[in-house]
């Protein structure tokens, strides 16, 4: 990553107004594998290992001879993967004395996991969340305040960067980027017991998100099986990242090759027609800038239901995994996704988070185009939250007022 002043390449102290110092140690590690701490490890013991599904109903649906297998993570208490992240990182924030923690949030699955991990460790938590997601989403919202988290609707006139936004817009529904940027403001001017947590895209953070895999790769040996392919949703990559990183880097040592499929919506594709170039994580360019796919920090995405995936960049690492030819990216409109979600829904009795259907969508196309060859393969999603503070979502999917 770069420095936003001066473009070089940043170090350790330059994060540290944001970051303590063993995440940002993490941040910049080489080391193949980090311990997991054991006061992480007892909280992780309420859901984890999450269970990894074989969906024979599914399977049975659409006559196809792929077996189709699901991890599940909306059996977390938020709902979702994002406390894989959470915990640790409120965990690592306590350690460093910190008393409060700033983030923004999407769809509100990310907000509501850092609020929950807040409260396990005795954190303040200060959540701006997506306006459009604000209004439609307001359970979500009331979940973070239950697990006592400050929310509010971004833009927002509590920062110079959400003040601007209004002047420029007063109508403007919010973006990720926007809310990353009032949350950085918000954290680098709290003072020194006050740092910023991100959900998505750092290093760190997928490496959290491996647990996902690893657990993964156990099970299906317990199986006798192994993916032919892996898929998951990508918003800024932590959740398809957590699942296939494990796979690829399996495959980069020797072992069995996998089709790795990134999914992501058509209205926000930074994967599938996003510019490989440096540019900063937030709208009003505060952070340091990422190597990434990108479809420019000023975008703004359309107001989709799948809060969570309307980020302009991803991962830089799931970036250079797609510049290498190491991953597919395959982009998807949100009522081909909420169809599927519907399929799935009435067939395995989980109805998927919105950005979750986008897994899911592909994996029946995948499932129906083993058919279609005669092939039997083994196909892997992540099914990364439940959605049972989306239904407003399928509501207006059956009344026909969702468009592409």
Known sequence: MLHPGTKEPIT???????FPAELIAQEFTKDRDVDIPGAVLDVYKQWRPAPLVRARRLEQALDTPARIYFKYEGVSPAGSHKPNTAVPQAYYNKLAGVAK???ETGAGQWGSSLSLACSYFGLECEVFMVKISYQQKPYRRGLMQTYGATVHAS???????????????PDNPGSLGLAISEAVE???????????????????????????????RLQLELAEDYPDI?????????NFGGLALPFLREQLEGGRSVRAIAVEPSSCPSLTEGKYDYDFGDTAGLTPLAKMHTLGH??????????????????????????????????????????????????????????????????????????????????????????????????????GDLTD
């Open 298 to 399: 000023d975008f703004r995405p359309p107001a989709i239901h799948a809060g969570g995936l309307r980020y302009h960049g991803m991962a830089p690492i799931i970036s250079a995994l797609k510049e290498a030819e190491l991953l597919e990216a395959r982009a998807v409109p949100q009522t081909a996704c909420f169809e599927a979600g519907v399929t799935f829904a009435r067939n395995e009795g989980i109805v998927p988070a919105p950005e979750s259907t986008h897994a899911v969508r592909v994996a029946i196309d995948e499932a129906l185009r083993a058919k279609e060859e005669g092939v039997s393969r083994s196909i892997l999603f992540s099914l990364s939250g439940h959605g049972h503070f989306d239904m407003q979502a399928y509501a207006d999917y059956f009344a």
């Open 230 to 238: 892996v898929i998951g949703a990508a918003g800024g990559g932590s």
């Open 155 to 169: 833009p927002s006139e509590l920062t110079q960067a959400g003040r601007d936004a209004l002047a420029a817009d």
């Open 186 to 216: 918000a954290a680098v001017v709290g003072g020194d017991d006050v740092k910023y947590a991100l959900g998505s895209v750092l290093n760190h953070v997928l490496m959290h998100q491996t647990i996902i895999g690893q657990e993964a």
């Open 101 to 103: 923690l700033t983030t």
């Open 12 to 18: 350790e102290s330059d994060l540290a107004p944001l």
